[in-house]
């Protein structure tokens, strides 16, 4: 087809994926080409405009390595990440709700025994976390494999120190028999998400703060069960209404309750859905 | 904003730009924000679906370099780029019409005299290319600078051999008081655009072929006009209809007419658009 304008360009485009084999990729490209269209149009996008973009999007993706997903987070800042998790874990009342993943899981984090240390030498405030793991009738989830990761009191993740040479508070463990589990850690403090990057400059760009309330994250997975991936945030931070993120359920607010010996307790139930699959 | 759902978390995140200083870029992030979210909903996006995203947003990111912008590729198969080139290319009747500028445009091209050899050694047959750069009411164009830059016969562009040590098939030149310009190179063959990266699989999987037809990349800019970005096509190329990233126009085709003694002749005049800033 020859002569495309700005309007006839979309059907050009959309037809030449006739023959697209993966009929769920078309669905997924057919409106993402839409949506790119009536964006571009509706904004009137400027040739200079189109070349910041694809600058920005450049430099995102030139951001990440093995320890650092720039991409996760502008996903995150602009919601989708949140919308999608949204759309995706729609669980019955009572099961705990999910949030988002972000962007510092890391694979094979070091295992720790029931009532072990999780923090491994990172700065801060001790703190002690129990609770259960069951399904949506009460009952327990044995031996739930529970990964926990949470920033320190610096509000930095292990893999913002450059220097550590091992991880620092993440562990992945097994609840017991009862689906009980408690480890020992640090208290999770309010951090800004990293500012260093595209994204912290979009962040600016648009006068947002880039704080994300204190919390723990956790993913737990137990055969027969969705797996939940949520966090436990901490009830009176400051940034509770106004998460860089969008990812502050009401539910997961808890009580992190210090002791008059200065360690602080969090107690935390997670009810799990039954998979279906 | 705490408990936003897949339908609520679009307000909240429109709500957090309330003091975003530069207007144009709320426009631009207001409608960004809509176009992606609704995208998201639209094919209920699962949460694998928006980490492949991430991932195919990452590897498109990472690669590109100094000499490759795949970032730029992309927006050229969606066809973004020729949309965005449609609406802010809107001359008057009879001036040359604009076309994507590409990936392959590289800062400081060598300089050509009038007459000068463009190839520099670049593999393919030879091609005498000569025309005159006029106003909209045919007044020459003095002295008016004209950058050219074009794939060899083998379908690379010298950025994409990287055991040259000297750039090939790109120059940069002046016409002369009358408009006029002639200089000597190859003549130019379809390629396929570069598929060796997140694009190239793109196009595999969107059952699409990766060619564009014949042409010779001009950018030409003088004084009190406004900078023209086109190519010249070559007629008879069997990708005219199909071009992979939907730039071809008719006016821009031309003849590039083989001689007895073996050379091929090209001529083209330009019509710039007088600029009104």
Same mark, same amino acid.
Request: with cysteine; charged share 20%.
């Given at each position: 087809?020859?002569?495309?304008? &700005?309007?006839?360009?979309?059907?050009?485009?959309?037809?030449?994926?006739?023959?697209?084999?993966?009929?769920?990729?078309?669905? $997924?490209?057919?409106?993402?080409?839409?949506?790119?269209?009536?964006?571009?149009?509706?904004? &009137?996008?400027?040739? &200079?405009?189109?070349?910041?973009?694809?600058?920005?999007?450049?430099?995102?993706?030139?951001?990440?390595?093995?320890?650092?997903?720039?991409? $996760?987070?502008?996903?995150?800042?602009?919601?989708?990440?949140?919308?999608?998790?949204?759309?995706?874990? *729609?669980?019955?009342?009572?099961? =705990?709700? %999910?949030?988002?993943?972000?962007?510092?899981?890391?694979?094979?984090?070091?295992?720790?025994?029931?009532?072990?240390?999780?923090?491994?030498?990172?700065?801060? *405030?001790?703190?002690?976390?129990?609770?259960?793991?069951?399904?949506?009738?009460?009952?327990?989830?044995?031996?739930?494999? $529970?990964?926990?990761?949470? %920033?320190?009191?610096?509000?930095?993740?292990?893999?913002?120190?450059?220097?550590?040479?091992?991880?620092?508070?993440?562990?992945?463990?097994? %609840?017991?028999?009862?689906?009980?589990?408690?480890?020992? =850690?640090?208290?999770?403090?309010?951090?800004?998400? +990293?500012?260093?990057?595209?994204?912290?400059?979009?962040?600016?760009?648009?006068?947002?703060?880039?704080?994300? +309330?204190?919390?723990?994250?956790?993913? $737990?997975?137990?055969?027969?069960?969705?797996?939940?991936?949520?966090?436990?945030?901490?009830?009176?931070? &400051?940034?509770?209404?106004?998460?860089?993120?969008?990812?502050?359920?009401?539910? !997961?607010? %808890?009580?992190?309750?210090?002791? +008059?010996?200065?360690?602080? !307790?969090? *107690?935390?139930?997670?009810?799990?859905?039954?998979?279906?699959?």
């Amino acid at each position: 087809m020859k002569n495309v304008d &700005q309007n006839t360009i979309t059907q050009a485009v959309l037809e030449r994926m006739g023959n697209m084999p993966d009929a769920r990729l078309k669905t $997924i490209v057919t409106s993402l080409v839409h949506h790119l269209h009536d964006f571009a149009r509706e904004v &009137q996008l400027t040739e &200079q405009e189109l070349m910041h973009a694809i600058e920005f999007l450049t430099q995102t993706g030139q951001k990440c390595d093995d320890k650092r997903q720039e991409f $996760i987070l502008l996903s995150d800042v602009l919601g989708l990440s949140m919308l999608t998790v949204a759309m995706n874990n *729609q669980k019955p009342a009572g099961c =705990t709700e %999910a949030t988002v993943f972000g962007p510092f899981f890391v694979e094979g984090a070091p295992k720790v025994a029931l009532g072990g240390d999780v923090a491994q030498g990172a700065p801060g *405030q001790p703190c002690s976390v129990s609770g259960r793991v069951v399904g949506s009738r009460g009952q327990p989830v044995v031996h739930a494999l $529970i990964e926990v990761w949470q %920033a320190d009191e610096e509000g930095f993740y292990d893999v913002q120190r450059p220097e550590l040479r091992a991880p620092q508070a993440r562990a992945s463990m097994q %609840a017991d028999g009862d689906g009980r589990f408690h480890f020992k =850690t640090i208290v999770a403090e309010a951090y800004p998400i +990293p500012t260093d990057g595209p994204v912290g400059a979009l962040l600016r760009a648009m006068g947002r703060h880039p704080w994300r +309330p204190a919390h723990l994250h956790f993913m $737990i997975k137990a055969p027969g069960f969705e797996t939940l991936i949520t966090h436990v945030f901490r009830n009176g931070d &400051q940034y509770l209404e106004s998460d860089a993120v969008f990812g502050v359920r009401e539910s !997961l607010i %808890a009580d992190w309750v210090k002791q +008059p010996d200065g360690n602080t !307790l969090l *107690q935390f139930d997670f009810v799990l859905n039954e998979s279906h699959d």
